[in-house]
């Protein structure tokens, strides 16, 4: 496995420090979430912005933290691996989640939280790590984590997927993003493979 990066001020990833406080001025804010969150009735009325705020709209603060805690972790590893994917996965994933949620999800009619992209992130680091170590275990096992958890919630109808207590009990868990996040790390792993392949060429 490879080494975690030192912790330092020009190492510290400043880009998703800052979307993590931006998370946080909503989670102060209750009154945000109603104009910022994931609303598929209101994003076809053209509210786009949507799209990409919802991601940063949490249930309460246990979802709160579990999920921004999770990200600031991933981003600490990612900015120094990946600072390129980072950059553009937190400007295009967001709103890939939610087209495909719009598109193939009809009876998701509101989303947020910031674990559809934690999860895109970290299997973009996984695969990334097991391709550098095949025989490394650490990844695989996340991998595994990260299958087995899919699997859960789809079995579950989404109401499962872990013991988040969200403050809106009509709240479930959104397996599609998941599975949209899933999709859109795959497509960048194999972007980023070959683009590697192609440079290595002689």
């Known amino acids: 496995m490879d080494p975690i990066p030192q912790l330092s001020p020009r190492r510290l990833p400043w880009i998703f420090i800052a979307l993590a406080a931006a998370a946080l001025l909503i989670q102060l804010n209750p009154a945000w979430r109603g104009t910022l969150l994931y609303d598929r009735p209101r994003l076809a009325h053209g509210e786009l912005w949507r799209a990409w705020t919802g991601h940063f709209v949490h249930f309460g603060w246990p979802h709160f933290i579990a999920d921004t805690g999770l990200f600031l972790l991933l981003g600490w590893v990612l900015q120094g691996r990946h600072a390129r994917f980072s950059a553009l996965a937190l400007g295009l994933m ?3 989640i939610s087209a495909v949620l719009y598109g193939l999800d009809p009876a998701m009619q509101r989303y947020g939280g910031l674990s559809a992209l934690n999860l895109g992130l970290l299997l973009y680091l996984a695969a990334q790590g097991w391709q550098r170590n095949w025989a490394d275990w650490f990844w695989p096992a996340v991998l595994l984590v990260y299958v087995g958890e899919i699997i859960f919630e789809s079995l579950q109808g989404g109401h499962g ?25 795959l497509l960048a792993w ?13």
């Open 94 to 96: 967001p709103a890939f």
């Open 190 to 202: 194999l972007v980023a493979s070959r683009w590697a392949q192609k440079n290595r060429s002689p």
């Open 161 to 185: 997927g872990g013991m988040i207590r969200f403050d809106d009990p009509a709240v479930r868990v959104a397996t599609s993003a998941h599975l949209a996040s899933a999709a859109y790390a």
